[in-house]
Structures are given as structure tokens and as C-alpha cells.
């Protein structure tokens, strides 16, 4: 074998084992979900194998799959814009913080310690009837009885917010840190204030970090379903609690399929947008 | 077009004393250097004159008028950093047009100014380019650009030339310095080379951990060092301990190890008071190694060649005059002297200098 057709292998050779757990344990799978998504639930509850359009015709048509889905993309751009606000200065200050950088990203990255599960439940600890904030309202002497702040939509995106915010300054900061500071410098220099210099030079730079952070958030935002099952009402639910409702409550599994390939096609077609305008590589550095 | 006047400057980071007390006059439309080795101090100077840092005692003027609170985007200064710093995101041409989008410049004279300035700089068509299609040496010169098209009253040049290869930091050295000329602008530029300090500059500031050791003409620093680090920092020098035996019409009687008594003109031994412990500057250049004994009027003293360093057009040796190891750097053509070789060094009065002790 020659040493081109050698070192053209290796980097083949090098990616199998990664290759074979995403072929196996992701492709293949989805592979069986498409196949799902058209056999049929009978009336028995047992599933009749053939390629019935019954799933995709109820989930593509039916008013109430696209209400939750609208209303799903809103809560993600909703919960997208809080992150952006809150995070990119707080990712500013990182960058721009001297000998403390390393600190200071450690105690971004604190929460993921924490089960997901738990910060968002921590939640009612906080906001529930008996939570710390009523107790400490009631004891002031400002409320006479405890406020319901749970179990609303603002609840569900302050606990997404909670969830994707570190993803979002993650990705800011990384962009943030490889923009040269002598530039901002440079700008002063020319006779533009400190706003000035940020907003045209500093600000355009770290977009590809801002718009990689918010394809995280909102992608993660929209696919999730334990924000909404924890800190959500009875009619707060996502698109992702319709699958579940339907794999995990009716055993569904045929429209359950349906429903979240249809998630599926919507998230992906966002992240091909994204990929054509900014590129993967942006959102791999803030990952990495 | 302005002078800088640094007034007993005092710059503090926490415990560490950056710069020590110093004091510096710029004249309007000169070319001065601050030279020094890394952490002597030059680019925090720069930096406070530039308003990017603020002095912690002291004060700055520009053109006369106090500056410690005015800020930097109001001092009408043109920086030009060692990477260039130009923005990624706009092309050469916005680049350049930066500053004067915040100046009463009309829209429609911004698109001839950028150009004039483009020519100044010897690349008038690459206005539409994006700074990283451009090599290192014209991203310099577009960042001079951009410099100094605001008009400033004073260029301030942070290693402009450290990042640039070295046959294309001579070329950039002759074309700052014309440019500067032109313009005649005041301008600071800050370097750890030498050659640039002595090539450029009308003044030389030498910095040394935080003090300004000498303030004096290229000439004048290289020829007359004011001290043992500037005559070691500004080329190659044998410094010995020596004595001074008196001073005359004639000049400073110096008694120097190896070579012995000798009369060095008063210019080149300012300092030195009196009688006394003394030091004496032999410049490497200075230092002539010959076959033969020297003529009347020139000390020679044998030697022994230890170490040849063949450069070309010139040659370093390192030679042995009794106990004593002494440089000496001579142009030659044809072959160098070989080691082990028994020679004469030769070396006139008049080329020393003396420090005091």
C-alpha cells in the first residue's frame, strides 16, 4: 500500500469507534422510529405492522399538535433572548477579567454537578406555597397568605433559563476571549467611546458566539420535557410532553414516533440554517 | 502636530513600581525612541501618554495642556500596535475610514481621505480587501494608515516592526521614517532593537526597570553611554574598572587594565568628576585585532584569539589579553583571523569612554 492511500485511511481507522457507537446507537434507532411512525395503534392497543399515513395525517394536521408546537418555539425564543441578555455580560466580564478566568468558568460550569433534575426542582423549594420566598414574604408581613408562583409558563422559562444559561455564556465567553483586546484599544484610539467601540467592533465579533449559544439554548430549550412536567400547569406543556404523553402514558408508540420526528425536522432544519450561515465549527469551539 | 511632556510620572500596579519617577520633554515634530529590554517600563510610558493607562502620580501633556483626565478617544491620538490590530469584520478601506467617522469630516470626503492615506502607505488598491488577505508588512502599513489619517497630534508606535521578518522590518524601518517625515508628526515608537532605536530616531529614551537611564541624540547614546547598562544595551562594549588620574586640557587621564594610561577627551567622559575609581567603554567596533604592532599614537597590546564568530561582512571574536576576555567586532574581506592565533589588538584613545566608578 502506498503512504498516500495509508495516511488516507488513518484518519478512517481513528474515527470507526466513534463512527460505530453513533451508527449503532443513534441512526439505528431513528431508523426504527421512522419505521414506527407508520404501523398502527388499534383499538386492542396492539400495533399493526404496514405503512399506514394515519400518525403523520393526525400529527400534521390536527390544530392542537401545532398550537403546542407554536407555543413550544415561542417558550425557546423567549427563554434564547433571557440567556442572551443575562449571559452575554456576565460573559464579558469573564473574558475580560484578569487572573480569575479560570474561577470564574469553573463556577459556571458548578451546576452541571447537580442533576438537571434537581436544579429544576430545587425550584419549588424556592417558589412553592411553602417555598422560602412565601415563608419570608409572609414573616415580613407583606402577604397575608401565600402567593401561587408555580406552574405557569413564566415558571417553565425561568427554570430553561436556569438550565441553558451557562451554555450561552459558555459560548459568548469563547468567542469573547479570542477577540484581541488590543482592538477595543484601537477603537478608543480612533475617538470612539467605550459603547462605541463595543458595539462596532466588539459586539459584531463575538455574533458567531452569541448565534452558536442560542441555537444551543434554543434547540435544548425546545426539546425538552421535565422543566415543563416540573415547573409547568396543566396547559404549559411543551411539544416534547406530547411524545412522552404519548410513548410513556397511551403506548403510543406509532404516533409518539410521528410527533417527535416531526420535532425532529423542525430543530434540524434550524441547525442547517444556522450551519449554512455560521458554520459547525463556531458552535464546536464553544462545546469544546 | 504636538509636544509630549511626561511631568514625574509614577505608574503602580499593586506593589510593583512600573515606572519610577520620570520626566520627559518631546518636542513638537520629533521622532523619539523609548528603548529598553522587556519590562524596562517603554510600553507603559506609552500606553499612559496614550490614555490607556493612568499615571499614579505625575502628569501628561499634550501640546502643552494637561491630559491625566481627559480620555483616550478624545486625545485625537494615532496607535499603531506590534499586531497590527486592525478589525477582521471590515474591510481596509472601513478600517482606515474608523476614525474619521468620528471626526467633522463630511461623508462624502471620507472616501478621498482614506484613499490619499492608502497612498501614503504605497497600497492604494486594496481598500476592498479584509486585513487577512493582506501579508504582515501591509497589514502594518494599513494600520499606519488608519493611524494617521485622523490627523493626530501625536503617533504613537507600540513594536511596530517586532512581528515582521527581518529583511521586511529594514525595508518598513525606511518607510515609517519617510512617512513620518512627510507628515512630520510627533511620534513616540517603542522597540527593544537597537538598530531601529539608532536608525529612526531623532531622540533616544533608554529605559531600565522603570527609569529613564538616558535621554540623547542616536550619536550621542551610542557614543557617550551615561551608564554601564546603556553602554551594554546599545551594541557590543568591554566595560573594565580603571582609575582616573586626573583631568586635563587634554581630557581624562584613565589608568586601564591591559591597555594602560590613557587620555580620553573630556566629551567622552562627562560624568566622571575627578580623580578616582572609574570605569572604562571600549566599544567592540572599536577593538582593531592585527598581525603587526599598531603605528604611533594608537595603543596596541598582544592578544590571543579564543573564539571566531564569522558573520559575513564582519566578524566577533572573543580574545585573550592576559587574564582578561574582551569582544571586538571588525569588518573584514577576505579570511578572519583563526583561533589560537597570536595578534595585536589596537585601539585609539579618542574611541574610549570613561564612566565614573
Known amino acids: 500500500m502506498s503512504v498516500e492511500a495509508r495516511e488516507a485511511r488513518q484518519p478512517w481507522i481513528l474515527l470507526s469507534p466513534a463512527l460505530t457507537a453513533v451508527a449503532l446507537l443513534l441512526f439505528v434507532p431513528l431508523l426504527f422510529i421512522v419505521v414506527y411512525s407508520f404501523w398502527l395503534r388499534t383499538a386492542t392497543g396492539a400495533d399493526e405492522v404496514g405503512f399506514f399515513l394515519d400518525n403523520w395525517q393526525e400529527a400534521l394536521t390536527d390544530a392542537f399538535y401545532r398550537d403546542i408546537l407554536l407555543n413550544t418555539l415561542k417558550i425557546a425564543a423567549i427563554t434564547t433572548l433571557v440567556c442572551a441578555l443575562m449571559g452575554y455580560p456576565a460573559a464579558y466580564f469573564i473574558a475580560r477579567s484578569k487572573g480569575n478566568k479560570a474561577i470564574l468558568l469553573l463556577l459556571l460550569m458548578l451546576p452541571f454537578w447537580i442533576s438537571y433534575i434537581i436544579r429544576t426542582m430545587s425550584w419549588i423549594n424556592i417558589l412553592g406555597v411553602s417555598g422560602a420566598l412565601n415563608t419570608a414574604l409572609l414573616s415580613v408581613g407583606v402577604i397575608d397568605e401565600p402567593i401561587q408562583m408555580l406552574y405557569n409558563e413564566t415558571t417553565v422559562i425561568l427554570g430553561l433559563v436556569h438550565f441553558l444559561l451557562p451554555f450561552m455564556v459558555l459560548n459568548v465567553f469563547v468567542s469573547l476571549d479570542g477577540i484581541d483586546t488590543n482592538l477595543e484599544d484601537a477603537a478608543n484610539s480612533l475617538g470612539a467611546t467605550r459603547w462605541q467601540a463595543f458595539t462596532n467592533v466588539t459586539l459584531p465579533l463575538s455574533l458567531p458566539g452569541l448565534a452558536a449559544g442560542g441555537l444551543l439554548c434554543f434547540v435544548l430549550g425546545a426539546g425538552t420535557y421535565i422543566t415543563p412536567l416540573v415547573l409547568g400547569g396543566p396547559t404549559d406543556a411543551m411539544f416534547a410532553n406530547l411524545v412522552f404523553e404519548a410513548i410513556i402514558t397511551q403506548l403510543n408508540w406509532p404516533l409518539g414516533s410521528a410527533l417527535s420526528l416531526m420535532l425532529l425536522v423542525v430543530l434540524g432544519a434550524l441547525v442547517l440554517i444556522y450551519n449554512r450561515y455560521l458554520g459547525m465549527a463556531q458552535l464546536m469551539k464553544g462545546l469544546g | ?357
Open chain 2, 1 to 357: 502636530m504636538s509636544s509630549v511632556t511626561l511631568n514625574n510620572i509614577v505608574k503602580r500596579f499593586g506593589n510593583f513600581t512600573a515606572v519610577h519617577q520620570s520626566s520627559l520633554e518631546i518636542p513638537e515634530g520629533a521622532f523619539v525612541t523609548l528603548l529598553g529590554p522587556s519590562g524596562c517600563g517603554k510600553t507603559t510610558n506609552l500606553r499612559m501618554i496614550a490614555g490607556l493607562l493612568d499615571p499614579s502620580e505625575g502628569e501628561i501633556l499634550i501640546g502643552g495642556k494637561r491630559v491625566n483626565d481627559v480620555p483616550i478617544h478624545k486625545r485625537n491620538l494615532g496607535l499603531v500596535f506590534q499586531n497590527y490590530a486592525l478589525f477582521p469584520h471590515k474591510t481596509v478601506a472601513e478600517n482606515v475610514a474608523f476614525g474619521l467617522k468620528y471626526r467633522d469630516v463630511p461623508a462624502d470626503q471620507i472616501p478621498k481621505r482614506v484613499q490619499e492615506a492608502l497612498e501614503l502607505v504605497q497600497l492604494p488598491n486594496v481598500g476592498e480587501r479584509y486585513p487577512k488577505e493582506l501579508s504582515g508588512g501591509q497589514q502594518q502599513r494599513i494600520a499606519l494608515a488608519r493611524a494617521i489619517v485622523i490627523e493626530p497630534d501625536v503617533l504613537l508606535l507600540d513594536e511596530p516592526l517586532s512581528a515582521l521578518d527581518a529583511n521586511l522590518r529594514e525595508d518598513m524601518r525606511v518607510e515609517l521614517k519617510r512617512i513620518q517625515e512627510r507628515i512630520g508628526v510627533t511620534t513616540v515608537f517603542v522597540t527593544h532593537d537597537q538598530s531601529e532605536a539608532l536608525a529612526m530616531s531623532d531622540q533616544i529614551v533608554v529605559m531600565s526597570e522603570g527609569r529613564v537611564e538616558q535621554v540623547g541624540a542616536p550619536e550621542e547614546v551610542y557614543n557617550t553611554p551615561a551608564s554601564e547598562f546603556v553602554a551594554n544595551f546599545l551594541g557590543a562594549s568591554n566595560i573594565m574598572e580603571a582609575k582616573c588620574a586626573g583631568m586635563g586640557g587634554e581630557g581624562v587621564t584613565i589608568e586601564a587594565p591591559i591597555f594602560g594610561t590613557m587620555t580620553i577627551p573630556s566629551e567622552k567622559a562627562p560624568r566622571v568628576t575627578g580623580a578616582g575609581p572609574a570605569k572604562i567603554v571600549i566599544r567592540a567596533e572599536k577593538l582593531q585585532l592585527s598581525a603587526n604592532p599598531a603605528p604611533e599614537g594608537v595603543v596596541s597590546v598582544p592578544a590571543t584569539v579564543e573564539t571566531v564568530d564569522y558573520q559575513g561582512q564582519a566578524v566577533r571574536y572573543f580574545v585573550r589579553a592576559g587574564d582578561t576576555q574582551l569582544q571586538a567586532i571588525n569588518m573584514i574581506d577576505g579570511h578572519p583571523f583563526a583561533e589560537g592565533a597570536e595578534v595585536h589588538l589596537h585601539l585609539r584613545p579618542i574611541d574610549c569612554a570613561a564612566l565614573p566608578g
